[in-house]
């Protein structure tokens, strides 16, 4: 049974860069037809697709996020990561990475990491 952890600092200045690891056990993250994705939750809203890198290491982004986000993946370690670019405290959120088969929407279905919570403040 696959599992992801996400790692990373818990607080971040703003204008600085997030940056987060989901590392995968019991899993490839070169299998066939699976979308490894990364998704937050900001306080009081609902989930937010982010973006994703596919078994072929192609990437998907949000537009709403594209020009700040980046996303790539390790696969001696079996791990991918998030990058935020020039944060601000509207990206604080419970960030999660996730192991779907589909792309540009939550999707509960697949694998979720347990999330981590980042603070983006001075």
């Known amino acids: 049974q696959v599992q992801l952890q996400e790692s990373g600092p818990g607080l971040v200045k703003p204008s600085q860069t997030l940056s987060l690891t989901c590392t995968v056990s019991?899993?490839?993250?070169?299998?066939?037809?699976?979308?490894w994705t990364w998704i937050r939750q900001s306080p009081g809203k609902g989930l937010e697709w982010m973006g994703a890198?596919?078994?072929?290491?192609?990437?998907y982004y949000s537009p709403s996020l594209e020009s700040r986000i980046s996303i790539s993946r390790d696969t001696s370690k079996n791990q991918f990561t998030l990058q935020l670019r020039s944060v601000t405290p509207e990206d604080t959120a419970v960030y999660y990475c996730?192991?779907?088969?589909?792309?540009?929407?939550?999707?509960?279905?697949?694998?979720w990491g347990q999330g981590t919570h980042v603070t983006v403040s001075s």
């Open positions: 890198v596919s078994y072929s290491d192609n990437t």
């Open positions: 996730c192991r779907v088969r589909t792309l540009w929407h939550p999707d509960r279905s697949g694998s």
């Open positions: 019991g899993g490839s993250i070169t299998a066939n037809y699976y979308y």
